[in-house]
């Protein structure tokens, strides 16, 4: 059966965007600079695949599980990432909001929209955005040494990140994420330090803190590789990591994943801080979500799909209200555990072996007895009666530890 004709379980939506006004020297993401004349046809397409998306209709059941955050239950989430979700006309914004509307109703959700903070100068854009329900702006900042964001290729300047991420809260968002990365080529500890003082003197509620990774296909790599530019090497890029948890754990961020920070009450499901960002703790929990846009991946129903990538083909394929689905994949079981060991270690809490075997049928305690011993005594594991959790050094060899389980 096609996954869209019946319902999934399924209440969490991500919904790309692949504009941008420039391509960051860094950024391999599914997006487009110069593009802006295709964003209404996008749009459309973007409501007609939304349209026939698969309603909701029975609520999720929750398993009996020891897993904290299972048992405390997810609110339903929509995310808008990309590319540059801001840079949408408003009407084209609303036109998408109301149609994932039908898909995961708004209603005690997260509504995400990711922005860059050169395209909402002025207060006006996230005001409205805030009118038509989006309850949570994630930002990318990136560092906020000016030298930096110019040979990153950014829009904005520091000072004009501080003005929009300010802005935000003045309209009424009291969800705020910043996005930073360090390992920066020419960034030394002493930069990253200041980056990181000067932004937690802003009040900042969320931290998604990223390691730069050179990826291939961007014009830093290519400056790297020609020796134009140098990063910082792996002992100077693990102090920085190691100064980040340090430095925002004394000022009362909790770490709850890999690479994301949030400030107390740790009132939020199964005790995560309240402004965690729980679209991504669905996607860390291996739940099942939908996905619409070029290049979007979903995971319902024992498997991932993934649209159509360039925007042209999206447009034709989805306008045309013929499947702009590119490709399906069934799930192995053995796929499903290394994809659920993969995010579940991402999150600090771990993952809890009733969680494992809900999700996939194995028990890792029998499947996985020596990988757990020996990861265990190498310090990098942690294990208790209810599951498995990184160590604080764990987590700074996350990809050597995911592996074992592939
Ligand atoms: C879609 S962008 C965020 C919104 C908006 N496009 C912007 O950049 O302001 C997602 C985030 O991924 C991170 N990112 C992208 N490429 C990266 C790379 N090569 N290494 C580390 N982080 C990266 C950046 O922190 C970026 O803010
Ligand atoms: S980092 Fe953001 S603004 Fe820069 S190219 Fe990637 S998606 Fe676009």
Redesign the pocket.
Known sequence: MDWRTHSTGARHLYIHIPF?HRR?A????N?YANMDDRMGAYTNALVNELHALPVERHPLSVPADPHPLLRADLPPTIFL??????MLPLDQMEQILQAASAVVPFAGAEITV??????VLGKDYLRQLHGMGVNRI?????SLNDPLLRMLG?I?TAAEARVSYEDARAVGFDSVNL???F?LPGQTPADWHDTLAQAVTWDVDHF????????ES?P?YAQVQGGRLSVPDDDITGAMYEHTMEFLGARGYHQYEISNWARGPLTGPGGLPKHAGLHNVAYWLNAAYHAAGAGAHGHIDGKRFVDVLAVEDYITRAGMLSSPLRETTDLSPTDVLAETMMMGLRLNMGVSYAHVIDRTGFDIRQTHGSVLADTIAEGLLIADELGIRLTERGRMYGNQVFQRFL
């Open positions: 941008c960051c860094y950024c391999d993401f997006t990432g990309g590319g540059t979700p801001s990711e922005c860059n903070p050169g395209t994630s930002m990318g900042v990136q950014r904005h996005d930073f990365i390992g998604a803190i990223y390691s730069l990774i050179l990826e961007t830093l």
